[in-house]
């Protein structure tokens, strides 16, 4: 359950992971080289707050300066089995000795086809599957919307209103999350619809919806005015919008979008490449919502921070001939071999865990959030979850606050800090980040709290 060795005393094991802030922030060696990068870097980067990492070892981030981080935020939800996991370095030491790169799509690798079989064995569906890897999560996307726009021959597409999906121009043109993500990159591909997605508060404001008015927005007038179902070829759908605040769709309005597509011969796309590979406690998200998609992308937490991605689809849709689809670096054996050690501690470590470690970190927060008239809402699933705050600033603060004591974590949507730490995070790491929540909130909720005061 963590890289620290097993003769390691457990106050030993606290001592190495809890937060250690030994400069003031950022320090000396991070700002010189925050400089160099600003010179060179695009200038589209968004850096949350300035963590310059060098090393990183399960729960813990090491910076250049030698301040230690407690991991809350996973690389965006990428670092599945912590930082570095040894089978994971392993994995990828071994494969780098044996081969490096052959091109998947013209010749066959043994790391590949055990990588595609495993995750078709995990597809959340009944028929028979097969796989295309990709490098990243907006390929993935790319991918399932030439499938199902080449199997269905349509080109119409049903996104929805706070979803992301990527920034290659077919994702792009789907991502609707903030508008400066897409301002001045026009035209995005044509056909393509937003519809809204059922927003739900139920922690404090006990918003209620159940997204029948959603999908009876979509029914009636998407279908009824803008673009006929017989010219959609998907609804492309985050079972949980991660960037777009970390909102889980009702299972009514997901069983209702299964319905529709049913009834009009159009593809359930479930992008799953934040919500996915165990986060939530099940391999997909959707599981737990009784639905079964027709295509799935996965990303992000798939090889422990290797890029790969891939789009898992029922074997019927595969329709598209030798040639149709393809890439070079696609399934590099290297991030195969990672990706096959990540199902391994997934599956014995990360399931169980998730679900477990999410719920102790929900009461965590939610106890913390009590009387905290600044916090909205806490809403997500297992290891997935949400704070959203009256303001976008009000979230800034408490995030700015957090890294100050030790705490990496990410904002998400207009005014939500996410928590997504590894999936093999312990009750320590747990404890200790809900600790720090709490006096980050309380230092940013009352500026005059001082950090000595407050903590670390
Ligand atoms: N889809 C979802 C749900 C995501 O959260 C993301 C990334 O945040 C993407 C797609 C795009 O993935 P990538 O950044 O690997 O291209």
Redesign the pocket.
């Known amino acids: 359950m963590t890289t620290i060795e097993a003769t390691t005393s457990p106050a030993a094991a606290q001592e190495q992971t809890a937060p250690h802030i030994v400069t003031e922030l950022p320090g000396p060696r991070a700002r010189a080289l925050i400089a160099r990068d600003e010179a060179v870097a695009s200038p589209s980067l968004t850096r949350a707050y300035p963590l310059a990492a060098e090393s990183g070892s399960g729960m813990v981030v090491t910076d250049v300066d030698g301040n230690r981080f407690l991991d809350f935020a996973a690389g965006?939800a990428v670092c599945s089995t912590g930082h570095s996991h040894p089978k994971v370095v392993a994995a990828i030491k071994e494969q780098a000795d044996r081969l490096i790169h052959i091109a998947a799509t013209d010749f066959y690798e043994p790391r590949y086809t055990e990588f595609i079989e495993r995750l078709a064995a995990i597809a959340p569906f009944e028929e028979k599957a097969r796989v295309f890897l990709t490098n990243?999560?907006?390929?993935a996307?790319e991918g399932a919307i030439k499938l199902a726009r080449y199997h269905t021959h349509r080109s119409g597409i049903i996104a929805f209103d706070g979803g992301?999906?990527?920034?290659t121009m077919g994702?792009l043109s789907l991502t609707n999350s903030k508008v400066k993500q897409r301002a001045g990159f026009g035209p995005l591909i044509p056909m393509v619809h937003h519809a809204p997605f059922p927003r739900i508060r139920a922690w404090r404001e006990g918003s209620g919806g159940d997204g029948s008015a959603e999908l009876a927005h979509l029914r009636n007038t998407i279908f009824a005015r803008q673009i006929a179902p017989s010219d959609v070829a998907a609804i492309v759908i985050?079972p949980i919008q991660?960037?777009g605040g970390y909102f889980p769709a009702p299972q009514s309005f997901m069983q209702g979008l299964r319905e529709l597509c049913d009834e009009h011969g159009i593809l359930l796309i479930a992008?799953e490449?934040?919500s996915g590979m165990g986060r939530t406690g099940s391999w997909w998200a959707i599981e737990q919502m009784g639905v079964e998609p027709d295509i799935l992308?996965t990303?992000?937490g798939i090889a422990s921070g290797m890029p790969i991605?891939a789009f898992i689809g029922r074997d019927s849709i595969w329709t598209w001939p030798p040639g149709a689809h393809g890439s070079t670096f696609a399934g590099n054996p290297i991030c195969a071999a990672a990706g096959l050690a990540t199902l391994d501690i997934i599956e014995s470590e990360g399931l169980s865990n998730a679900a477990a470690m999410g719920a102790r970190l929900r009461s965590g927060l939610e106890r913390v959030a009590a009387d905290v008239d600044a916090i909205r809402d806490i809403r997500g699933v297992g290891l997935m979850l949400g704070v959203e705050f009256d303001t976008h600033e009000g979230a800034e603060a408490v995030q700015e606050a957090a890294f100050r004591r030790g705490l990496l974590t990410l904002e998400c949507g207009e005014s939500s800090l996410r928590f997504s730490p590894p999936l093999i995070v312990d009750e320590g790491s747990v404890d200790i980040a809900i600790r720090i929540f709490a006096e980050a909130l309380e230092a940013a909720t009352r500026p005059e709290a001082s950090v000595a005061e407050t903590g670390l």
């Open positions: 965006i990243s999560g907006t390929e996307v992301f999906h990527g920034r994702a985050e991660g960037e992008d490449i934040q992308t990303a992000k991605g």
